[in-house]
């Protein structure tokens, strides 16, 4: 075993110095080019002259666009039917004394019984901020 370590020592010597021997030394660096040679030079953005600047070019598209847009249809008053302005009245008394009753919700209820869904959907937003703002107490054991 010790004869083993004895051997390795010079065998790495010799290993060591032939490879040395056969890399040689490095390549000597290459000179570097200034800058100015390394990068491209950038052309300069040409932009053609054209008869019209921004204000004429905006002028002509928003005449454009109002020649082009549809004139908006005109908006019908729809009459209240009768349904309506029951459930109206019906909330109205509901809010005049600030609280929000099961009599007033039976009245509401009964008031909306025929009425459409776009009709009874304009009938809540008159009563729904109300009791969102607190302007009215609910004092009903069931949904509005």
Not at 84 to 98: H, P, S
């Amino acid at each position: 075993m010790r004869r083993a370590a004895w051997l390795l020592v010079p065998v790495g010597a010799l290993a060591f110095s032939l490879g040395r021997l056969t890399v040689g030394s490095a390549p000597a660096p290459l000179p570097e080019a200034p800058v100015a040679a390394r990068v491209a030079p950038i052309a300069p953005v040409v932009r053609p002259q054209v008869g019209l600047d921004r204000e004429e070019v905006r002028a002509i598209l928003r005449e454009e666009l109002a020649a082009s847009a549809p004139a908006p249809a005109p908006v019908a008053a729809q009459p209240a039917s009768p349904g309506t302005e029951g459930a109206e009245r019906a909330i109205a008394a509901g809010l005049a004394d600030g609280v929000w009753s099961d009599d007033d919700r039976t009245a509401l209820r009964s008031a909306m019984n025929g009425l459409t869904q776009a009709e009874a959907d304009a009938v809540m937003q008159q009563l729904l901020p109300a009791l969102s703002s607190g302007q009215v107490r609910v004092e009903s054991g069931s949904p509005i």
